[in-house]
T-cell receptor, first 116, second 111 residues
Framework: NAGVTQTPKFRVLKTGQSMTLLCAQD?????MYWYRQDPGMGLRLIHY???????AKGEVPDGYNVSRLKKQNFLLGLESAAPSQTSVYFC???????????????FGAGTRLSVL | GQNIDQPTEMTATEGAIVQINCTYQ??????LFWYQQHAGEAPTFLSY????GLEEKGRFSSFLSRSKGYSYLLLKELQMKDSASYLC????????????FGTGTQLKVEL
């Protein structure tokens, strides 16, 4: 029962490098999200997806791109990493059920990224 | 948009009761969530309120007043393992099931 799996768990980048964070969920959830968490700032939504092939901007989308080619996967890309992108990144997914209005978001364990 | 306020830190004694408050201002409201996050781990769902009143689940209860833009999380019979950050989040009435999170309240439970 994996739930939401994020890879990698840790990464150190140099300024200007690119990388892709992978999020995979095995719960057949329609919705997926990428957040970043910084001290004193709380969780902030970067991008989200309401279904396969769809993406939308969240609160802090600049410097990031996303893709949802398969329902179970949501990729977050950094094309040219900057020190301001040093953060902990969390992926989440949620369902939509007619009989359950909670639509709880379930989170992965996070990716700790440092940009030097 | 959403604006969510909660205290930064709280300290309580093992076995006691603690109340963590959350106030919010929102352009559209469709539910309030509480999550627990232990250091270095993922947030995990604790409770959900969309109507006014108290929701009880074991040692944890959550209250909502929509007219006051106010919620609290009540933790009873505190245990050391309850030391964690507690995140208040509001879902807006737009699509996408999007949540806006507060900055979290770091709770320290002492002997």
């Amino acid at each position: 029962n994996a739930g939401v799996t994020q890879t990698p768990k840790f990464r150190v980048l140099k300024t200007g490098q690119s990388m892709t964070l992978l999020c995979a969920q095995d719960m057949n959830h329609e919705y997926m999200y990428w957040y970043r968490q910084d001290p004193g700032m709380g969780l902030r939504l970067i991008h989200y997806s309401v279904g396969e092939g769809t993406t939308a901007k969240g609160e802090v989308p600049d410097g990031y791109n996303v893709s949802r080619l398969k329902k179970q996967n949501f990729l977050l890309g950094l094309e040219s990493a900057a020190p301001s992108q040093t953060s902990v990144y969390f992926c989440a997914s949620s369902y939509e059920l007619a009989g359950d209005k909670r639509n709880i978001q379930y989170f992965g364990a996070g990716t700790r990224l440092s940009v030097l | 948009g959403q604006n969510i306020d909660q205290p930064t830190e709280m300290t309580a004694t093992e076995g006691a009761i603690v109340q963590i408050n959350c106030t919010y201002q929102t352009s559209g409201f469709n539910g309030l969530f509480w999550y627990q996050q232990h250091a270095g781990e993922a947030p995990t769902f604790l409770s959900y309120n969309v109507l006014d009143g108290l929701e009880e689940k074991g040692r944890f209860s959550s209250f909502l007043s929509r007219s006051k833009g106010y919620s609290y999380l009540l933790l009873k019979e505190l245990q050391m393992k309850d030391s964690a950050s507690y995140l208040c989040a509001v879902r807006d009435s737009g699509g996408g099931n999007k949540l806006t999170f507060g900055t979290g309240t770091q709770l320290k439970v002492e002997l």
